[in-house]
C-alpha cells in the first residue's frame, strides 16, 4: 500500500513538471484541459489506457486503488484528482496572460492546484481504515482539511520559489502576490507570506485540538494531517529538488487571533467550529 502512495507522489512531481510549470502546455488553459480531461479518463476507467504513459501510469494506480481501497475512498481520490486538473488549466490561464492572480482568487486555487487534498484522500487508505463519511463531510473537517492544505501549499511557495524563478516565467506565486498587492520588495512579501501560514498553522492546531468526535479513525485522521504537515516541511527544507535558500523555521508561539482579511477563507475561524 505505501509503495502504491509513494508511486502516486512520483507521479504528481513527473505530471508538474512535464505539463504545469514548464511544459509545453503550461500557458496553454485549452490545451492543458484537453490534455488532462484524457488523463483523468484512464483514472476513471482504468481499462481505458493509450492516451500517452501519464495516462497508463495513472491508470496502473488506479487499478491499484481498486484492489486496496473501498468505494467510497476511490471517489474521494478521484474527485480531488479532477479539481486538481481544473486548476493546472486555471494557473495556465494566468500564464497565458502573464499576470499575477489577486490574493483573494488564489488562496482558494491554491487549496486544489497543489495536489495536497488528493493527498489527503490517500491517508486513510495508506493506514488501513475508512475515515466515516459523516465525520469527513464535517464543517469542522473540511476546516481542518483546508488550513493543512494552506499551510502546506503555502510553505511549498517558499521553498520553490529560488527553483520557479529561475526556471518559469510565472508569478503564481504566493511572494509574488504580495509584492504586487502590498507593494513589499521580496524580502517584505517573504515575511508577509511567513507570517500568514503562521497564522492558519495555529488555527489548524486549535481546531485539532477541539475535535470531540468519538470516532478513533477520525482522531487518527486529524493526527496524520499534523505529521504531514511536518513531514512536508522536513523534507523540502534538505531537499536538492528545491534548494532552498530560506528554510522555513517555524515559531515557538504562533499567534492564535482572529481571522485573515481574506472574504473566501474567514470561515475557518467561524466560532461555531469550536463549540
Known amino acids: 500500500m505505501l509503495q502504491m502512495v509513494a508511486d502516486f507522489y512520483l507521479w504528481l512531481f513527473a505530471f508538474d513538471d512535464a ?41 496502473n494506480i488506479s487499478r491499484r486503488l481498486d484492489s486496496t481501497a473501498t468505494g467510497v475512498q476511490h471517489a474521494r481520490w478521484r474527485e480531488a484528482l479532477r479539481s486538481y486538473f481544473h486548476f493546472q488549466s486555471w494557473e495556465a490561464e494566468y500564464r497565458r496572460r502573464r499576470e499575477t492572480p489577486p490574493l483573494e482568487e488564489y488562496v482558494v486555487a491554491r487549496l486544489q492546484s497543489g495536489a495536497v487534498k488528493v493527498c489527503f484522500t490517500l491517508l486513510d487508505i495508506a493506514d488501513g481504515y475508512e475515515l466515516p463519511a459523516d465525520e469527513f463531510e464535517t464543517p469542522l473537517m473540511r476546516a481542518l482539511i483546508e488550513t493543512a492544505c494552506a499551510v502546506i501549499d503555502w510553505d511549498n511557495d517558499i521553498a520553490s520559489y ?28 517573504l515575511s508577509e507570506a511567513l507570517r500568514m501560514r503562521d497564522h492558519v498553522l495555529a488555527r489548524f492546531l486549535q481546531l485539532s485540538a477541539v475535535y470531540t468526535g468519538t470516532s478513533e479513525y477520525t482522531r487518527r485522521y486529524i493526527r496524520s494531517l499534523g505529521h504531514w504537515i511536518r513531514g512536508n516541511l522536513d523534507w523540502q527544507n534538505s531537499t536538492k529538488r528545491y534548494g532552498t535558500t530560506h528554510p522555513i523555521v517555524g515559531q515557538r508561539t504562533l499567534p492564535v487571533t482572529g481571522p485573515l482579511r481574506i472574504e473566501s477563507i474567514a470561515w475557518w475561524w467561524d466560532d461555531a467550529l469550536t463549540r
Open 19 to 59: 505539463y504545469c510549470d514548464e511544459g509545453a502546455l503550461s500557458n496553454d488553459p485549452g490545451g492543458l484541459c484537453l490534455e488532462t480531461s484524457r488523463i483523468l479518463r484512464a483514472a476513471e476507467v482504468p481499462m481505458c489506457t493509450g492516451s500517452n504513459r501519464y495516462a497508463d501510469a495513472l491508470a
Open 162 to 189: 529560488t527553483k520557479e524563478a529561475q526556471r518559469g516565467h510565472d508569478t503564481i506565486n504566493l511572494r509574488d502576490i504580495f509584492v504586487q498587492e502590498y507593494e513589499l520588495d521580496g524580502d517584505g512579501a
